[in-house]
């Protein structure tokens, strides 16, 4: 497909990366280990820069900009860890943001844009009013739209953490990585498509938001039809450059329950001590929730992002980890 990343990309990325994102740690958990059977190894980008995975993909699209077209500043639409994550890419150049956020977003990543520098500019809860208001926005400024997903510069910056996770964790059997829009799991898979060809790469999603899992079996991109899930980093549907590579080098996308969510949430604070969203959660649940076969594995897990609204925790109504 014209425009498609390649790992030659990744690489390019990491390079342009140095220095200026976290090489996150990977975490194990014993207790993990014992409950799914498996050596699990935690890639943690909720230790990311803006919290979340998306600062890599976001830095190497706004630092691939020419001068002139980054004066004009860049643009893009978002329920939050993108939106902050070019926010605060755009800061460490010196060039305005401005970010196209549904008026349901959480407040706390609301308030992460802000404090990043982005100007918001709110629309309806739907991929088309994102994108008529981001469209707007563009025309009106001449900004660089950059894609959260849909991006070959933004899908090899995601690519990196793969990167990282390989070297610190090799002869992996699994990765699980979850999956929205793609940008994660389609820089993931081809990033260990070609570090670590051994390695199968499985998507997680969760049930009330199973766009990808359908589109996957059908053959074709079939929307979001307005999902509402806990997970709201992954309520977007795919691009054709991320459904493309995960046609090719994705093994298989599992689902999981919104009580499945909340639960391995709830059980990673509390097992491994570590803040993680709803979104993050998903590939753990898969897990927990026996989705897949691990038994004796090497296990990697992606752990996209720590982006949460502590005043709205949402485990009061799910079952006990």
């Known amino acids: 497909m014209a425009g498609a990343p390649t790992f030659d990309d990744v690489q390019e990325a990491a390079a342009r990366l140095q220095g200026l994102v976290h090489h996150t740690p990977v975490l194990t958990c014993s207790s993990l280990d014992d409950r799914v059977g498996a050596q699990v190894f935690c890639k943690c980008e909720n230790f990311q820069k803006a919290g979340a995975f998306k600062f890599r993909g976001a830095s190497n699209a706004v630092t691939s900009l020419s001068d002139a077209e980054a004066k ?112 994660m799991i389609s820089g993931t898979a081809l990033t260990v498509a070609a570090r670590s060809p051994g390695t199968q790469v499985v998507a997680a999603e969760p049930e009330a938001a199973d766009d990808a899992y359908r589109s996957l079996a059908a053959g074709k991109i079939l929307p979001a039809n307005y999902p509402n899930t806990v997970a709201d980093g992954l309520r977007t549907s795919l691009g054709d450059l991320t459904f493309a590579i995960i046609q090719h080098h994705v093994a298989q996308i599992v689902t999981v329950s919104e009580d499945a969510i909340i639960a391995a949430m709830r059980y990673v604070w509390e097992r491994m001590k570590i803040i993680i969203e709803p979104s993050s959660a998903v590939p753990i649940a898969a897990l927990l929730d026996n989705r897949l076969d691990v038994s004796g594995k090497r296990v990697g897990v992606m752990l996209t992002g720590g982006n949460v609204d502590l005043g709205r925790l949402p485990w009061t109504a799910a079952p006990s980890p």
């Open 72 to 183: 004009r500043g860049v643009a893009t639409h978002s329920s939050g860890n993108h939106g902050a994550a070019l926010a605060l890419a755009a800061r460490l150049r010196d060039v305005p943001a401005r970010i196209v956020m549904p008026t349901n977003a959480p407040e706390s990543k609301k308030a992460a844009v802000a404090a990043y520098g982005g100007t918001i500019v709110y629309c309806e809860p739907t991929q088309e009013a994102r994108e008529a208001v981001l469209e707007a926005v563009v025309r009106d400024t001449g900004a660089a739209f950059v894609h959260p997903y849909d991006n070959a510069k933004v899908i090899a910056g995601q690519g990196t953490a793969a990167l990282e996770l390989c070297a610190a964790a090799p002869e992996l059997d699994v990765i699980l990585a979850p999956v929205g829009g793609g940008g």
